[in-house]
């Protein structure tokens, strides 16, 4: 009788250690996003707009590929490695050349979620195939958090998508009501999830550092198990090949989001069209989160 209460007492205070840790690890995701969207608004009240989610014309493309991280590294105090990748893409504007090895495989503490210690694990060797020629291998540190481009990849109508320079003018929703960061631990198999640079979906950047609310997974043999259908707000694992194409996190009941104005909240699963809402910058919504 005695040990049986020992044991529910042990379970119990084990139970409540482990709620004390995630609410730390939480904590630390949300300082994360904050700092994250706040750096985004500093660079958009110097420049007039927020960063590009993938640059690949805008600058006749001196960056291509380059993503909306890796713009913001002066902003959140990594102002060494923005230098080095500034002076890499100056060298050879392919990110998987040698000029950026050791900068496209750095890990980036400020972009890794603490409930989502799989993220810190560089993806090592990555090779791939262009018109039967192959790419790498590369090596590429990951990331938890992709900008919102709104409903598609190649909708337009978010704040951080391929060659955007969106202002805060342009955010007719009002930047509370717009989301910038979400949520969404590495892809399968970490083949996207690269914070530095990647090109993504049909060479966007999407799914690697910035998204849509509603992608279509891929049609080829990695995604075969997914239905060619946008993908629910919910609860994934990280084994699941179609978690790659919808926010989501390793925390209870939902995800974080940053949201254009720097305030992070936290969107349950379940409120899909909440989030689709949320995600464009011009559709007139009045919404209020949960």
């Known amino acids: 009788m005695v040990l049986a209460i020992i044991a529910i007492l042990i379970g119990l205070l084990l139970g409540a250690v482990q709620k004390v840790r995630e609410r730390s690890r939480q904590l630390g995701c949300q300082n994360n996003l904050r700092q994250l969207a706040l750096a985004a608004e500093s660079y958009q009240t110097q420049r007039g707009h927020f960063p590009a989610g993938s640059a690949v014309e805008l600058d006749k493309r001196i960056h291509p590929h380059q993503s909306w991280i890796t713009t913001l590294l002066p902003w959140i105090g990594r102002d060494d490695l923005g230098r080095q990748a500034t002076e890499a893409f100056s060298q050879n504007n392919f990110y998987c050349s040698k000029p950026h090895q050791g900068i ?13 210690p799989s993220a810190e694990i560089p993806l090592r060797d990555a090779k791939w195939y262009i ?33 955007s320079q969106v202002r805060s003018a342009d955010i007719l929703d009002g ?5 910038l960061i979400g949520e969404r631990p590495p892809g399968y198999k970490k083949y996207f999830g690269w914070w530095y640079a990647g090109w993504g979906i049909q060479m966007t950047g999407s799914g690697d550092y910035w998204m849509g609310v509603e992608e279509i997974p891929l049609g ?23 978690a790659t194409f919808q926010y989501w996190s390793l925390h209870p009941g939902g995800a974080w989001f940053a949201y254009g104005d720097g305030s992070v909240r936290y969107l349950h699963y379940g409120s899909g069209k909440l989030l689709l809402a949320l995600a464009t910058r011009a559709g007139s919504e009045t919404v209020s989160p949960p």
């Open 104 to 116: 496209r495989d750095a890990l980036l503490s400020q972009v890794v979620c603490p409930s989502n």
């Open 131 to 163: 018109n039967d020629q192959l790419v790498g291998p590369c090596d590429f540190a990951l990331t938890s958090y992709l900008g919102v481009g709104g409903k598609t990849f190649n909708s337009g109508d978010g704040i951080l998508y391929l060659d």
């Open 175 to 179: 930047k509370s009501n717009t989301l």
């Open 220 to 242: 080829d043999k990695r995604f075969d198990s997914c239905s060619k259908t946008a993908q629910p707000y919910k609860a994934y694992t990280e084994d699941d090949p179609c």
